[in-house]
Every structure is written in C-alpha cells, then in structure tokens.
C-alpha cells in the first residue's frame, strides 16, 4: 500500500497537526512501556517495565533511517521517535536521535511519558532532540495511578522532578499533551490541579486533547470540543485544543480506510490483525479506526483480550 510499509522499525509519514508529516520511528516490541494509560489507543500494556535496554538494534534503524530519507528526501517534516511503547526505555536512542540530526532539514521530536526523565543520562539523550513531547494528565499519586497505571515502582513526584529538571537543562522545545477524560479528570478543579503541575515544568506549548481513538479501557470517555476550548484558559500559556473532531465531517475515506472497510466488511479484526494483515503499524491502523469510529463507518465491541472492529450490515447485524 505504501513504500514505507516495507520498514520494521519506521512508520509514515503520518499526517499529523503538531508535526506535519512525521516519520515515526518505533523502538520497543508492541506495548512496552513503563505505563498503562487507560486512554492508550493501543490497547493495554502487555510488558509495563521500566528496565532499559537496547530492545531494537540501533545499527537496523540507523540503516532503515538512512536508506527511508535517501529515498523521501524532503518529504517528512519531522522525525518522531514514538511507535508503540515507551521510546526512552530503549538505552541507545540518543544515538539514534544524534543519527537523525545529520539530516538538519527535518527536525526530530520525542514523544515520551516522561517516566524516564529522572534519569541524568535519560535527560542528556533527550536533549539532543528538537522537540521533547510529554504526556501527562495526572496531579498526584493517586490519580497518577488510576490514569496512567504506573509500573509499580514509578512515583508521580520522581516524574515530575524529571520533567522540571529536563526544562532547566534543555535548549529546546518541551510540548506537554494533556488528556482529560470526562468524569476522571475533566471536574474544573482536577483541570487546575494538573494547569499549576504544568505551570511548575514550564512548557512552551500546551495541548489539550481527549480520547478520540478507541481507548484502552471502555470507561475512557472523551469529553467535548467545547469543554476542551473552556479549560484550554486555565493552562499558562494558553493551551492549543488538538483533537481530531471536526475534519471527520469528510465522508471521504483515504486508500487505506477503504481497505480497512472492505476487510471489516467481511469479519471483525482486532486493530493488530489489521496492521500485520496490511503490514502497517499499529499507530497507523489506530489513526484510521478512529475517523472510521467516529464517523460510524465502523463499530467496536469489547472481547475478553482486545477490541474488535466491524461494520454493521444495513440490517444492523454484525458481519462476520
Ligand atoms: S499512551 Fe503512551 S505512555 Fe500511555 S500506555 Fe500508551 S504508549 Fe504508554
């Protein structure tokens, strides 16, 4: 369906509103990650650790890197270090990072959730990047755990001295992507709890999101557009409303949610099934069923283990 498609350890470009056109490169084997958000849109964490180790050999993703950008010259506007675990539990990626700057047009990013950032070495790694993303959506201990499903050994405040301690040290951009659930974290006093946590790390920029994609747990409720521009006042600065709501008026399916719908048409998936059926990542597949959900193109219904996709005949009965 698409050349990078013929990558391990690349995925895109995504089109995506904060990056543009960005290059995932995923460095840990599916769900590992030192959290368990219950917003995840890639299901549950099947490893939650914190150890670090070299899980992808750094020498295959320098190659694919170099080999994806001789070919797409000029064609990504950002190199994202993302994927489907936690890109900072790998012990080599500011090597991989430092590979990425030699091509100096396309700045590089690193979405991470921060739970690494205690680490002097993690910190030093991270800021060879353009851009550092965290995630954060909790205020305390307690709501740290219920939200993000820490490992066990992971304490909100280390997390936090990370994050500020990254700000005193990095030259650079540090985005915070804050995602608030209806009923767990969107009451307006848990909103200027986690604004003040916000406040103490000082990001450059703030966005605000929900959970728009199938999320992890089914009591993961998105909260509206209109609250999310009501809290967006309360951060310092003034945070950017990013949510995938409004473009879904398209009925307009792009190539690979056709495919997407002529598979669902014919029996339920998981959203894993999908990827290794098109050989498409799992942050690919999880954009699409999105608009797909959202639109309702395509339903989902809980099993024991993971979601399944399906697209409703016109009598209303499940395919498949
Ligand atoms: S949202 Fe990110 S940090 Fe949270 S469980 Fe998923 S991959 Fe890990």
Redesign the pocket.
């Known amino acids: 369906m698409d050349k990078a498609l013929t990558f391990k350890h690349l995925f895109g470009p995504v089109p995506s509103r904060r990056f543009g056109r960005s290059l995932g490169v995923d460095l840990t084997p599916f769900?590992t990650?030192s959290?368990?958000?219950v917003?995840?849109?890639?299901g549950r964490?099947t490893l939650k650790t914190m150890e670090r180790k070299e899980y992808v050999p750094v020498n295959e993703v320098v190659e694919e890197m170099d080999k994806w950008m001789r070919h797409h010259p000029g064609e990504a506007s950002y190199i994202t270090l993302a994927g489907?675990?936690?890109p900072t539990l790998h012990s080599r990626f500011g090597e991989i990072i430092e590979f990425a700057r030699e091509y100096p047009k396309t700045p590089v990013a690193l979405l991470t959730?921060g739970t690494t950032l205690h680490l002097p070495e993690v910190r030093l790694a991270a800021s060879r990047a353009d851009v550092v993303k965290i995630?954060l959506s909790a205020w305390d201990q307690k709501s740290f755990k219920s939200i993000?499903r820490p490992q066990s050994n992971l304490k909100f405040k280390q997390v936090l001295e990370g994050e500020q301690l990254l700000r005193e040290e990095f030259q650079g951009d540090i985005w915070m992507e804050v995602v608030i659930l209806k009923g767990i974290n969107s009451e307006r006093d848990d909103v200027l709890r986690i604004a003040e946590i916000a406040r103490s790390i000082r990001p450059d920029r703030i966005h605000l999101n929900t959970c728009v994609r199938p999320p992890a747990e089914d009591f993961a409720s998105p909260v509206s557009h209109e609250l999310l521009s009501e809290l967006a006042g309360l951060f310092e600065p003034c945070a950017e409303v990013i949510t995938e709501f409004r473009p879904d008026s398209s009925s307009t399916f792009t190539d690979n949610e056709t495919a997407i719908l002529d598979i669902l048409r014919r029996r339920p998936c998981t959203a894993q099934e999908m990827a290794k059926l098109f050989g498409m990542h799992l942050n690919e597949v999880a954009k699409h069923l999105g608009r797909l959900t959202r639109t309702s193109a395509v339903q989902v219904r809980s099993g024991k283990h993971d979601k399944y996709y399906f697209v409703q005949n016109a009598k209303g009965n499940k395919n498949g």
Request: proline residues 0%; hydrophobic residues 20%.
């Open positions: 769900k990650c959290l368990d958000c917003f995840c849109q890639l964490t489907s675990g936690e959730n995630t993000h």
